[in-house]
Nanobody
Framework: QVQLVESGGGLVQAGGSLRLSCAAS????????MGWFRQAPGKEREFVAG????????SFADSVKGRFSISRDNAKNTVYLQMNSLKLEDTAVYYC???????????????????WGQGTQVTVSS
C-alpha cells in the first residue's frame, strides 16, 4: 500500500511558477512509475506529466510541454512537478498517482495507476 500526499498548490498570477510535491509512504517508491493528473471544474481528469521508476523517461501533455517539468527523488520518496509560465487554463486540482510497474513507458490513462493522492488546488489568476 502506498499513500500519496500532495503539497505546494496555491494561488499564483498568470506567468508565475509553482512547484508541486508528492510525498509517498512505503519503501517501494523507487519501483513505481509516477504521474500527475489534473481536473478542472466541469472537466474530466486529464494526464499532465509522468516519470518512470528509473527517472529515465518522462512524458507530458501537449498543453504543458515546454512549461512543466517532472522529477523524482527516490531517496526522499518524492516526485515534483515544476510549473512555469502558468496560464489561466492550468487552474485545476492536481493529483499525484503511482503505478506498480517496472515499465519504461509512462502511462497516460487513469486506469494505469494504482494509488492516488487527495489532490492540491492550483489557481491561476489574471
Amino acid at each position: 500500500q502506498v499513500q500519496l500526499v500532495e503539497s505546494g498548490g496555491g494561488l499564483v498570477q498568470a506567468g508565475g511558477s509553482l512547484r508541486l510535491s508528492c510525498a509517498a509512504s512505503g519503501r517501494t517508491f523507487s519501483s513505481y512509475n509516477m504521474g500527475w493528473f489534473r481536473q478542472a471544474p466541469g472537466k474530466e481528469r486529464e494526464f499532465v506529466a509522468g516519470i518512470t521508476w528509473t527517472g529515465g523517461t518522462t512524458s507530458f501533455a501537449d498543453s504543458v510541454k515546454g512549461r512543466f517539468s517532472i522529477s523524482r527523488d527516490n531517496a526522499k520518496n518524492t516526485v515534483y512537478l515544476q510549473m512555469n509560465s502558468l496560464k489561466l487554463e492550468d487552474t485545476a486540482v492536481y493529483y499525484c498517482a503511482a503505478a506498480r510497474t517496472y515499465s519504461t513507458v509512462v502511462g497516460k490513462r487513469q486506469y494505469e495507476y494504482d494509488y492516488w493522492g487527495q489532490g492540491t488546488q492550483v489557481t491561476v489568476s489574471s
